[in-house]
């Protein structure tokens, strides 16, 4: 499908309106290997997150993809924490999902140390959304809701945007937020499991025609793991594209379940998934789950059932 970049990828991303509003638990010490050949060490932030964040810097891009679970779900406790959490996790761009109120979504980004945000009205009371750093992204494409005619595959649509990087680096985003759950066919609509298989078809097809030639990052709350067997697979179309496609986090996926990113006490899951084009294969370092209830007390409960997944391109 594409052809692969030989040169480094230092990052990219966003800025941005239209009924737009306006990274188990890791072990920073020992982040794994890279498709068999030893990673970097990272350093671990200090403080309150240091045994669950690790310290970013300037040459890498850094990405995460976040559900906030109906931002803000404890008002101003969700508030105060989500703040200290971005401050800390420093990555340079955040896909957020289930954001229900713009006006707290609003007040969050102005309280951020270098952030700006956007999020989109479509998709009822669980919108989706970028929060960028300012200093890493010179541009910021108004975002692109897709699929908005297909409730059916895509309650929320997804929301696409294209960023510049300080490096210059172009990258195209797209956010998803997948149905969730098992639920019976209705009249108007099939089943859970096959909505997702319809997403991730529509998903495809889309990057495959038109944006086969660019850096591809599809990243968000999928709804379901990425490691069951052939016929219960959902997402087979990536992931039997291996030359072209990649879940960054399936690592993860096959790890340990303290690192799953749902860690619900009826459905323990790895449900939020990065896959990238190959045009970012040679680019791909450290992803882990920020297990955040382990520096943080009330996090399950005042902030998400989600666990932040992040991935470091260097």
């Not at 969700?78 to 979504?105: P, Y």
């Not at 910021?140 to 297909?150: A, G, H, K, R, W």
Request: hydrophobic share 35%.
């Amino acid at each position: 499908m594409k052809k692969i970049f030989a040169f480094a990828l230092f990052a990219f991303i966003v800025s941005c309106q239209e009924e737009i509003q306006e990274r188990g638990t890791p072990n920073p010490t020992n982040p794994g290997t890279d498709n068999g050949n030893p990673l970097p060490p990272t350093e671990p932030v200090a403080g309150k997150y240091a045994n669950c964040l690790s310290v970013h810097n300037n040459a890498t891009l850094d990405v995460a993809t976040w559900n906030i679970e109906n931002f803000p779900n404890n008002g101003t406790t969700t508030l105060n924490l989500a703040k200290e959490i971005i401050n800390t996790m420093d990555a340079d761009i955040i896909a957020v999902q289930e954001i229900v109120s713009g006006t707290n979504f609003n007040t969050l980004i102005a309280s951020l140390d270098g952030y700006a945000g956007v999020v989109v009205g479509s998709g009822g009371s669980q919108k989706l959304g970028y929060i960028y750093k300012t200093s890493e992204i010179t541009s910021f494409e108004t975002p692109v809701e897709l699929f908005t005619d297909d409730n059916c595959a895509f309650p929320r649509p997804a929301l696409k945007t294209t960023l510049t990087h300080v490096s210059g680096k172009q990258v195209t985003f797209i956010n998803v937020h997948l149905k969730c759950c098992d639920d019976a066919p209705t009249q108007s609509c099939l089943g859970g499991i096959e909505r997702r298989r319809q997403a991730s078809t529509k998903l495809k097809a889309y990057i495959d025609q038109n944006l086969s030639n660019q850096a591809v990052i599809v990243l968000g709350d999928w709804n379901d793991d990425i490691t069951q067997p052939e016929g219960n697979q959902v997402f087979s179309n990536f992931v039997n594209d291996a030359n072209n496609y990649k879940f960054a986090d399936m690592p993860i996926a096959t790890g340990s379940t303290a690192n799953f990113s749902y860690q619900s006490t009826q459905y323990l899951s790895h449900l939020d998934h990065i896959l990238i084009s190959n045009e970012l294969f040679n680019n791909l370092g450290v992803v882990r789950t920020a297990v955040l209830s382990t520096c943080e007390p009330q996090y399950k409960n005042s902030v998400s059932d989600h666990y932040p997944v992040i991935m470091r391109l260097q």
